[in-house]
């Protein structure tokens, strides 16, 4: 089968591989559709902190079941599946309270350990989601980024009736900002650099945007909330400069969640988090729930996905979707790998 090798940053390589057979309690996935991630970049740019090299990337896909090891029910050859990718040591004392999302030895498919870029991928039955008959394989590989959106939203509890500011208008700000209105919230009101990125979230029902170039946030969130404020604060660009701002306008009291993954180590201004009594949390992936949401908001059309998919390439041309998304940049939203 083909294989997808990334020997060392900036190089794909292709092998000619064995095909993975399913042991027990295991699946064999034919894999159709790989999306490319904002954390497959930074590996792809060598300032991932967490990766090392060869590496087979790939952890947001969907497929078909092409062969059922021992002991595994309810499932069929040829059901559309997707799965979650991380390899968790199931006894520390994270996974034993049931946050194994954290786990001490966590790794993480297509990071710490091999990625589905290949023909066939094997996973354990536990880690598999299915997926609805009508669903395409698109929507399929966009279940992964919508669980992030899922897991973090669900971080804050009641969203009902609050102001939120979501800083970054990538895929993943877009889900998150998605997800904050299927859990209630008021106005969300959305950021970026990137009138493209601020288009597409125009474009699935998030409303309120600011170009934070031309626009502070403080201006923005005036002309949005007035004198409420805002109370929550998404940052998922990973940068220093959103997070400086969401710590310095968001009100006081209020609850800033970290989703971006930071290739350098920001700096915070931890005396008016302190002396604001801000709440500032993190989000880490997911867990298997998130998924099963994640799943049923595509298939409701609560969580839009379809109009995020910017390209479509070619296995073979695996290198040249790195390349598109560098080149592209702000005008470029999931690149799709088809299979």
Request: glycine content about 12%; some cysteine.
């Amino acid at each position: 089968m083909r294989q997808a090798v990334m020997p060392a940053p900036g190089k794909i390589e292709f092998n000619d591989a064995q095909v993975p057979a399913a042991g027990k309690g295991q699946v064999q996935i034919e894999v159709k559709r790989i999306g490319v991630c904002g954390s497959d970049i930074h590996v792809f740019h060598g300032k991932h902190p967490f990766v090392s090299y060869p590496l087979i990337q790939g952890h947001e896909f969907s497929g078909v079941i092409s062969s059922i090891g021992e002991g595994v029910e309810g499932v069929s050859i040829g059901d559309k599946v997707t799965a979650t990718p991380q390899e968790v040591c199931g006894v520390c004392p994270p996974c034993r309270r049931g946050q194994y999302n954290a786990c001490e030895e966590l790794k993480v498919r297509g990071f710490q350990a091999f990625g589905c870029a290949q023909d066939y991928f094997v996973t354990e039955i536990e880690k598999l989601v299915k997926l609805p008959d009508d669903f395409t394989f698109e929507q399929g590989a966009f279940v992964e980024p919508v669980a992030v959106a899922v897991h973090s939203t669900g971080r804050f509890g009641d969203l009902t009736g609050k102001n939120v500011v979501v800083a970054g208008a990538g895929t993943i700000g877009n889900f998150v900002a998605q997800a904050c209105t299927s859990r209630g919230a008021g106005n969300v009101l959305i950021t970026d650099i990137s009138e493209f990125r601020l288009a597409k979230a125009r474009e699935v029902g998030i409303e309120l945007t600011c170009n934070v170039t031309k626009e502070s946030l403080k201006d923005a969130a005036e002309r949005v909330f007035g004198d409420e404020g805002f109370e929550v604060g998404m940052e998922v660009t990973g940068a220093e400069a959103s997070l400086t701002s969401l710590v310095a306008n968001i009100g006081k009291g209020g609850t800033l969640l970290v989703i971006g993954v930071y290739g350098d180590k920001p700096k915070v201004d931890m005396s008016v988090v302190c002396e604001h009594e801000l709440n500032l949390k993190g989000s880490m992936m997911y867990r298997h729930d998130d998924w099963v949401q994640a799943v049923e908001w595509i298939a409701s059309g609560e969580v839009k996905t379809e109009p995020l998919v910017s390209e479509h390439f070619a296995f073979e041309d695996y290198l040249d979707a790195y390349k598109f998304i560098e080149e592209k940049g702000e005008k470029s939203m999931k690149v799709m790998v088809d299979m």
